[in-house]
């Protein structure tokens, strides 16, 4: 059952018998415990059911980042919504020490690049790939993508014979870190980056 579907319990989001300083630091604490035990993005929505009808979701989360910093981990602003994450600077260490099973993505070079025109010429089909690409685009390719959740499959194309075409997800820009496609790089950072020519 999704916690929109429970029942709410009692929750006392006022804490009037609080003095100000702790009502707000209890809020805070509330919005690290829910982000904490959340493997998605939350929405601000959501962390409103746990504050006060007064407090402000956006304060409470940037006072909580303020409070993480110099910690292994952030607040990232992710789809909509807030979520915690590893530093990047710790990446190495913990996929020298911890069973991360198959969080890394693993992606080649060119299945990244694939992944990258699809976010931007989304929805495009397997035809539209091969004139960026100047290729075949492998069905093997699109099937790896697909099963770690960072396509999907969009609308059919009006063209004769319909084919899928193919649409970045949710989870792509979870596992890019971006809000939205609106935060992803325009053409002149990826020149200057020396991704694109």
Not at 104 to 133: C, M, N, W
């Amino acid at each position: 059952m999704m916690a929109k579907d429970r029942p709410e319990l009692e929750l006392d989001r006022e804490l009037s018998d609080l003095p100000p300083e702790l009502r707000w630091r209890e809020w805070m604490r509330r919005i690290e415990a829910v982000l904490f035990a959340s493997a998605s993005p939350v929405p601000r929505e959501d962390l409103a059911r746990v504050v006060g009808q007064a407090a402000s979701v956006e304060l409470l989360v940037e006072d909580l980042a303020a409070d993480l910093e110099g910690r292994a981990f952030e607040i990232a602003r992710v789809t909509g919504g807030w979520m915690f994450r590893t530093r990047a600077a710790y990446a190495p260490a913990i996929r020298a020490a911890a069973d991360v099973g198959n969080q890394f993505l693993d992606l080649s070079e060119f299945d990244v690049a694939v992944l990258a025109a699809i976010a931007y010429h989304q929805p495009i089909t397997r035809d539209g790939l091969k004139d960026i690409f100047g290729k075949e685009i492998s069905r093997d390719l699109i099937g790896r993508l697909h099963s770690r959740n960072l396509i999907g499959t969009g609308p059919k194309s009006p063209r004769r014979g319909a084919p899928y075409t193919f649409v970045t997800t949710e989870q792509f820009l979870v596992a890019f870190g971006l809000e939205s496609l609106h935060d992803l790089p325009d053409r002149e950072q990826l020149e200057d980056a020396g991704v694109v020519g």
